[in-house]
């Protein structure tokens, strides 16, 4: 296969690429500041985001694959860093701790499964396991689709994450096909479809601030 010549290449675009993505994160944190307060926004995106680069470093452990190993390993960090900004503003911090209960003890199971399956099969099925969740968490800001066809506003999702989740998809889509890895060649290409649809809703329904919130950055400009 000619994409073969290019494995190191691609591997490399698609690491660095998805660190930005992880990055953007940092957007969403932003605006989190400016309010004061996390209100509003879903945490699952980084909590999710730790738990599934935990599970996937594990993974990527399993495939010997530095590319895997080194962007779950900034991923883990820069979502810790997240988690922490959304705790210190979240409205509700007991909801927080116990939704982050509930995340640790779903990833120790799984890590607790991948130590003591037969090494003959862990590679197949935590491919499972780590696929599934993986798009459940792309998946997850579909959970909001009604109340954004309610209101005819896509403020509630998180464009950055998207739009970034899109191109990072893509890229891990090509460097399954290249490494022949059944799994990163489905999860990425049902992902990359799943960001495809969400940007597709900020296109049918633009975000739109409130007005309190648009009276309020007046008051601040004047």
């Given at each position: 296969m000619v994409l073969e010549d290019y494995k190191e290449i691609v591997g490399l675009c698609a690491m660095y690429t998805t660190m930005a993505q992880m990055l953007s994160g940092t957007v969403i944190c932003r605006d989190i500041?400016?309010?004061?307060?996390?209100?509003?926004?879903?945490?699952?995106?980084?909590?999710?985001?730790?738990?599934?680069?935990?599970?996937?470093?594990?993974?990527?452990?399993?495939?010997?694959?530095?590319?895997?190993?080194?962007?779950?390993?900034?991923?883990l960090l820069i979502n810790i860093i997240y988690m922490t900004v959304y705790y210190h503003y979240a409205p509700n911090t007991t909801e927080v701790l116990k939704l982050t209960y509930k995340v640790a003890v779903f990833v120790i199971i799984f890590l607790v499964y991948a130590q003591i399956e037969h090494p003959?099969?862990?590679?197949?099925?935590?491919?499972i396991v780590v696929t599934v969740l993986l798009l459940l968490l792309i998946a997850a800001p579909l959970i909001h689709l009604e109340k954004?066809?309610?209101?005819?506003?896509?403020?509630?999702l998180p464009f950055p994450l998207i739009f970034m989740g899109t191109l990072v998809s893509f890229q891990w889509l090509l460097y399954g096909i290249i490494i022949d890895n059944g799994f990163i060649v489905f999860q990425n290409a049902v992902g990359f479809t799943l960001c495809i649809i969400q940007l597709s809703l900020f296109v049918i329904f633009p975000s739109k601030k409130s007005q309190v919130e648009l009276l309020n950055e007046q008051r601040k400009e004047d």
């Open positions: 500041y400016k309010k004061g307060s996390a209100k509003g926004v879903d945490p699952m995106p980084f909590l999710g985001g730790i738990g599934l680069c935990i599970l996937m470093l594990r993974y990527a452990w399993m495939l010997d694959d530095s590319n895997m190993i080194n962007v779950n390993i900034f991923g003959t099969n862990v590679e197949f099925r935590f491919g954004i066809i309610k209101t005819k506003n896509t403020e509630i």
